[in-house]
């Protein structure tokens, strides 16, 4: 099962950009789909966006669409999540997760997970 590690989260103002990272170790990272996904604060864990094995195929939430990017190098074993136009509502903490498919949004499709990184956007 690989292991993963989210890094990249921080305090930023509204409409400031930020890319996350998430490092996979102790598996084949190519043999996974990925994803992103997110928590904040009294809500449930959603759904962000999720790429398939080689990267070719992605999939977002409509509310991120057009402005967060995820991709993945599997040279580096690591994936990626460009967020550009923050808004606070984008706040959370955010997780990746590997599975077997990118064609899901369900969380319990995935079952290896990160533990979180913070992102915070003031107004």
């Known amino acids: 099962q690989v292991q993963l590690r989210e890094s990249g989260g921080g305090l930023v103002q509204t409409g400031d950009s930020l890319t996350l990272s998430c490092a996979a170790s102790?598996?084949?990272?190519?043999?996974?789909?990925m994803a992103w996904f997110r928590r904040a604060p009294g809500k449930e864990r959603e759904f962000v966006a999720s790429i398939n094995r080689n990267g070719g195929t992605t999939y977002y939430t409509r509310s991120v669409k057009g402005r967060f990017t995820i991709s993945r190098d599997n040279a580096k074993n690591t994936l990626y999540l460009q967020m550009r136009y923050l808004y606070p509502e984008d706040a959370a903490i955010y997780y990746c997760?590997?599975?077997?498919?990118?064609?899901?949004?369900?969380?319990?499709?995935?079952?290896?997970w990160g533990q979180g990184t913070q992102v915070t956007v003031s107004s």
């Open positions: 997760a590997a599975g077997r498919s990118a064609t899901t949004m369900n969380p319990g499709a995935f079952n290896s």
């Open positions: 102790g598996g084949t990272f190519s043999n996974h789909a």
